[in-house]
T-cell receptor, first 111, second 114 residues
């Protein structure tokens, strides 16, 4: 099946720093999604990307859908302690609730 | 609006036992899915449904059954529990004209099989 490679696996940063993480796939996706998961909770959608080349922002978060449709990145600017958590990328080829997930990037923010 | 609810929150089973994980949504979503999440990994799709009476297999369906008799409910049945099924199980729903295709996740069921 399709697999997503998400990197880095973990990041330790100082409050106020910018963060960048990315996701690559061996096959194309029609939709890229970025989620955040807090401990003991389900994932929450941060940004959805529907078109190749699309750049979308949500507050301090910016994500891009790669031109080849095989990659996506997420940037977080001016990190704050509540940004701590696990960030997942996911790809979809239909809208039927079928997502393929990466293994996540664990973000730690030091005050 | 409760969103996606899952019960139980925690469960311990012995090998060979069966049980049903419950999932319900009150957003009138057409699509519902079950995922499992193992430590340090992303979510893997077990089964999904695009509407009442319609289900299909995901990436890791073996050992699990589903049915969708109503729009609101999508239970996941473990037929004969095995230690390899120890995991956190998430139910998700998506699609209505109001919410679009955004996928909403429940809080999860933490299952341990001994």
């Amino acid at each position: 099946g399709q697999q997503l490679n998400q990197s880095p696996q973990s990041m330790f940063i100082q409050e106020g720093e910018d963060v960048s993480m990315n996701c690559t796939s061996s096959s194309i996706f029609n939709t890229w999604l970025w989620y955040k998961q807090d401990p003991g909770e389900g994932p929450v959608l941060l940004i959805a990307l529907y078109k190749a080349g699309e750049l979308t922002s949500n507050g301090r978060l910016t994500a891009q859908f790669g031109i080849t449709r095989k990659d996506s990145f997420l940037n977080i600017s001016a990190s704050i302690p509540s940004d701590v958590g696990i960030y997942f990328c996911a790809g979809q080829n239909t809208n039927a609730g079928k997502s393929t997930f990466g293994d996540g990037t664990t973000l730690t923010v030091k005050p | 609006n409760a969103g996606v609810t899952q019960t139980p929150k925690f469960q311990v089973l012995k090998t060979g036992q069966s049980m049903t994980l419950q999932c319900a949504q009150d957003m009138n979503h057409e699509y519902m899915s079950w995922y499992r999440q193992d430590p340090g990994m992303g979510l893997r799709l077990i089964h999904y449904s695009v509407g009442a009476g319609i289900t299909d297999q995901g990436e890791v369906p073996n050992g699990y059954n589903v049915s969708r008799s109503t729009t609101e409910d999508f239970p996941l049945r473990l037929l004969s529990a095995a230690p390899s099924q120890t995991s956190v199980y998430f139910c998700a729903s998506s699609y209505s004209p109001e919410t679009g295709y955004e996928q909403y996740f429940g809080p999860g069921t933490r299952l341990t099989v001994t």
